[in-house]
Nanobody, 119 residues
């Protein structure tokens, strides 16, 4: 069992930056694969970025070159650095965790943090 709490969302102008954080507790964080999802109004939830326990990363095409996912196992925290933000990045961003790297689904979810990018 793991609990996830996101922070760092807010309102930013287009071209700006934000860093989201996801603090995990309740289990051995280092073994979990972590992901950042987002969901905009009227749209399906989509995977933005993911990082395995070994540090391998992957990104949605829409954010490649602009977003960076990282993790600090000593702090039980995963980050999403978002640069060159666009209005279409506006969404609720969710942190997720799964203990099995090759599993299709994430088992644990945070409550979400709102990111709003103004044009």
């Amino acid at each position: 069992q793991v609990q996830l709490v996101e922070s760092g969302g807010g309102l930013v102008q287009a071209g700006g930056s934000l860093r989201l954080s996801c603090a995990a507790s309740g289990s051995i964080f280092s073994i979990y694969s972590m992901g950042w999802y987002r969901q905009a109004p009227g749209k399906q939830r989509e995977l933005v970025a993911a990082i395995t326990s070994g540090g391998s990363t992957n990104y949605a095409d829409s954010v490649k070159g602009r977003f960076t996912i990282s993790r600090d196992n000593a702090k039980n925290t995963v980050y999403l650095q978002m640069n060159s933000l666009k209005p279409e990045d506006t969404a609720v961003y969710y942190c997720a965790a799964k203990p099995v790297e090759w599993a299709d689904e994430y088992d644990y979810w945070g409550q979400g943090t709102q990111v709003t990018v103004s044009s």
